[in-house]
């Protein structure tokens, strides 16, 4: 039972749910990001190259024989994977950097001095009396 109470704690944490939150988005933006290269990005870099679709460019390791299918090396995918991960490594990389600047900003501007309680300016009140 206290296994079940420490998972639950753990579960409903802040961190976690935030963690999951950005599971789910992060998802949803890989897939945004994979139908930019592959939509907008690889077409007219193909076609700079000489009309190449990048999904088509593979070496056959072994011909097709019969039933079975031809074995091959699909880097085409691979070079559109790469482009994919790229992009998504640039994107953490900005945010993560604009998350720092302003940790930084924050580290940056020094605390205001807490003001002095009542008994200590009242303790400096009856001193600087004390002086005249």
């Known amino acids: 039972m206290a296994l079940m109470n420490e998972f639950k704690d753990f579960a409903v ?3 976690v749910m935030d963690m999951a ?4 988005i992060g998802g ?20 700079l190259l000489g009309n190449v679709d990048f999904t088509d460019l593979a070496i056959t390791l072994k011909e097709a024989a019969g039933e079975a299918e031809a074995v091959t090396l699909n880097y085409g995918a691979f070079i ?10 640039f994107a953490i990389f900005m945010m ?3 998350i720092n600047n302003l940790k930084k900003k924050e580290e940056a ?3 205001a001095p807490p003001a002095p309680s009542k008994e200590e300016t009242l303790l ?3 001193r600087d009396l004390l002086k005249k």
Request: charged share 15%.
């Open 28 to 47: 949803a933006f890989g897939k945004i990001v994979s139908s930019f290269v592959n939509d907008v990005l690889m077409p007219p870099l193909g076609m």
């Open 109 to 111: 501007a020094p605390a």
């Open 124 to 126: 400096t009140e009856i």
């Open 96 to 98: 993560v950097r604009w």
């Open 13 to 15: 944490k802040g961190n």
């Open 21 to 24: 939150v950005g599971i789910i």
């Open 80 to 89: 559109q994977n790469v482009v994919d991960f790229t992009i998504i490594a």
